[in-house]
């Protein structure tokens, strides 16, 4: 249910909620993809050997 909550208010599809971690300032939001294939940053085509995964920061306040 959580998970389907946070897909909703991020708006990304296809992942599953790995962790979750909150203290006074910032809520942390561990996610990772279902989807075994990505696109190649040099052809743009798909592909299925992915070399990295990156952590993204979205910062957002009132």
Do not use: A
């Amino acid at each position: 249910m959580q998970d389907n909550y946070i897909q909703k208010l991020l708006n990304i599809k296809d992942i599953i909620v790995t962790n979750i971690t909150e203290n006074s300032e910032t809520i942390e939001v561990s996610i990772k993809s279902t989807n075994n294939t990505g696109i190649c940053p040099c052809c743009k085509q798909p592909t299925t050997r992915i070399h990295d995964y990156r952590l993204q920061r979205v910062r957002h306040s009132n």
